[in-house]
């Protein structure tokens, strides 16, 4: 008798409690040769070709893959070690050579193309016609209609790109786990919070030192740089952060291994090959096919427009930095390592408060109970505790109910630990489905984020404490949970996040975001850790005073990094003797009122574009802001006409007409149905104070 396949138990959710690296080979081969039995049979020549004898097939087959493979990928984010990216590595290449075997397989987009044709397509519900739609769509971009010889060139490319992009984020992973810098004085950290301390402290006698140690992990480096009296100490850990993974980062052992200087040309050369060979111009106008935006130049109008409308709120924002720096702080010249830590200071003495004494009133067990209220009130669901097998003790998993009815599922995975990949996302484990015999599949979502954990203080673990900051990445990153597990869509392939637009797609997580800055809502989400007090009136109205501090600089940072992504996948030649940071350069000298000293390689660790989905799409997040605070205004309309930030009416609005639907129809479609017209730029720029 065999030992059960974690990989290949489709029965419920994902078996965590009895997976092991050994597991990936066998399933991974036995899931492809079983879909690639079924494609086979569904390449023979038939006269009638209909949703129920090929899609439904085609699909089923798939998604087993698909799933399977995706607990892999989450597991080598969440949990990496050498035996499980030994594997991960062995298999990928197996996994992207099957899906571009699909993508160009002649046949079936034949079969497509006669579904598309007959007369059952104008029978079908709209979001079938939309996945035929799409698939066809899909198809060309794949490189189904290539000659045989540059077929197989795109599919070398596939490969190479998912090996390469691979290595990039192990890059970033193994520099950032391999940085200590160990304070051995505790008088070196004036200024430094005690839980901070607290944790670092933790980190050193886990490595059975003395002293206070730090890392690369966001809640243990930035503070340093926000609040750290000790200037050295800050350049330190600036220094190291901003060159980790690239051929400056000489602090870490292993330099020439981690720098990612040849896999950002690789990468950049591998996708204009690929627009080349599709007829593209260049990878940018490849990326934005399946977006809103009509072309590069396009977007790049948005965002240069967007950069003119910011640039005198930066240029006011610096020239304060400046002034209080050299006044208060007696810093005659600001470098990038003061910028954080002097705009703290500045906040503190024009609000009279710090991001410290807020994150007092923020524990996550009242903040996590806060969120889910909120998305009760709006959506008409309730969220309970749920139990499942999960990949590490921290991990929680919940159950989200309308009406006594299961809508939909998610993990908890809020800390930061070694092995764990940095930032923060939402990842579906399972999608929204019908099934054989008409039950419908729920969706499941990994929700990841790398916050602080509970430290021990005198004998006692006492909860993490989230900054404001952290309570909106909470937010934001729950906003694409329910787009993914409030769907109504049973048509796997544009049920929930699946078909949406890239760049709509953050439209749901930042419209989140605004709930963190309601009184109601705060009122309900906060306890100060040692009295259980809610966040006073007052101080509530100093954030909101403070909400719009520096956000000309801030906007200007993001169109900085949209810019520069656009720009190196539309007019960068990956082939000249120009270099990537020539190109970063440029658009810093162009459009940024701050620009980082040279030794600066933040693109070494752009996961979004070289490791993610994010490559000619970095500009979402401004795009889809325009839409998420435009959405949001019809909350503010409703607060006007006598409603609650927490309407239920405008929620279930917005529940039915954006999160309900999925890509089930275009993200303009949805937009204009629930405000009743076109988006408006207004109130992003008043919500940024900018107007």
Known sequence: MTAQNSLLDFSGLPRFDIFKPADVTPAIEQLIAKAREVVASLEQPTDNVSWDNFVIPLEEATEQLGRAWGMVNHLNHVMDNPELRATYNENQPKVTEFWTELSQNEALFGKYKQLRA????????PARKKIVENALRDFRLGGAELPPEKKKRFAEIQEQHAAISTRFSENVLDATNDYKLLVENEADLAGVPDDVKQAARALAEKDGKQGYQFTLHFPSYFPLLQFCDNRSLRETIYRANATKASEMGAVFSELEKWDNTSNIAQLLRLRDEEAKLLDYRNFAEVSLVPKM???PEHVIEFLEDLARRARPFAEKDLAELRAFAKS????DELNAWDIAYASEKLSEARYAFSAQEVKQYFPEPKVVEGLFKVVSRLFGVTIAPDSAPVWHPDVRFFRIERDGQLVGQFYLDLYARPGKGQGAWMDDARGRRLVTGGAVQTPVAYLTC???????VDGQLQPSLFTHDEVITLFHEFGHGLHHMLTEVDELSVAGISGVEWDAVELPSQFMENFCWEWDVLQGMTAHVKTGEPLPRELFDKMIAAKNFQSGMAT??????????????????PNSQKTVQDLVNEVRTKFSVLIPPSFNRFQHSFGHIFAGGYAAGYYSYKWAEVLSADAYAAFEEAVEAGGGELTAETGKRFQREILAVGGSRPALESFKAFRGREPKIDALLRHHGMQ
Do not use: K
């Not at 007959?118 to 519900?125: D, I, R």
């Not at 208060?328 to 810093?331: A, F, P, T």
């Open 450 to 456: 790398n916050f602080t954990p509970p430290q021990e």
């Open 328 to 331: 208060e702080l007696g810093l």
């Open 118 to 125: 007959s007369p059952e397509y104008g029978t079908l519900a």
């Open 293 to 295: 935006a009509e072309s």
């Open 556 to 573: 200007l940072r993001q169109v900085e990094f949209s810019l520069i992504d656009m720009h190196l996948h539309y007019d960068f030649d």
